[in-house]
C-alpha cells in the first residue's frame, strides 16, 4: 500500500497517509499526502507545490485513471490481508490508519476491529476517511 502511494505521488511527499476500511463485507479506502507542510487530498497534490526553481516544470500526475489504479491495488491488498486474516485465524481489523515518514522511514498503524461505520445510519468509510483527513490537516496548522 505505501508503495503504490509513494510511487502515485513521485516519492515527493513528507508523508502518505492511507485509510483502509472493511466492514460486513465492504472495502473501502483513501489516501492523501504531507507535501512541503500541507496536507492535501490526492487529487490536490499540486495545490502544495513550492515554486522553486527546481520544481518549476514539475507537476503531479492526478488524472482520475492514476487514483483509480491506486484504490484498486489497496483494495486488492485489503482482499489478501482478509485471506490471510481466514488462513491463520486472526481478526481482520474494520480500519486500519496508516502513516508512513518519506523522509525517516517510519511507519505507524492505528487498527480497530469494532465496527466503526455499519452501525450509523448516516456515515460511511467515505465520512470517516474524511473526518481522518480533517483532523490530521487541522492539526498540522
Not at 31 to 43: S, T
Not at 91 to 99: A, G, H, R, V
Request: with cysteine; net charge negative; charged share 30%.
Amino acid at each position: 500500500m505505501v508503495s503504490i502511494c509513494l510511487e502515485y505521488v513521485f516519492e515527493r511527499a513528507n508523508k502518505i497517509y492511507i485509510y483502509c476500511s472493511h466492514e460486513e463485507g465492504f472495502i473501502s479506502n483513501d489516501f492523501f499526502y504531507d507535501i512541503n507542510g500541507k496536507i492535501v487530498e490526492r487529487h490536490k497534490l499540486n495545490d502544495a507545490l513550492i515554486n522553486e526553481e527546481s520544481n518549476v516544470n514539475f507537476s503531479y500526475d492526478t488524472s482520475v485513471d492514476r487514483q483509480k489504479a491506486v484504490v484498486r491495488i489497496i483494495n486488492e491488498n485489503i482482499k489478501e490481508m482478509i485471506k490471510l486474516c481466514k488462513e491463520y485465524e486472526r481478526d481482520m481489523p474494520t480500519e486500519m490508519k496508516l502513516i508512513y515518514d518519506v523522509k525517516s522511514g517510519s511507519f505507524k498503524a492505528e487498527y480497530q476491529y469494532d465496527l466503526v461505520y455499519t452501525n450509523d445510519d448516516i456515515k460511511t468509510a467515505d465520512h470517516i476517511a474524511e473526518e481522518w483527513f480533517e483532523e490530521i490537516k487541522n492539526n498540522n496548522l
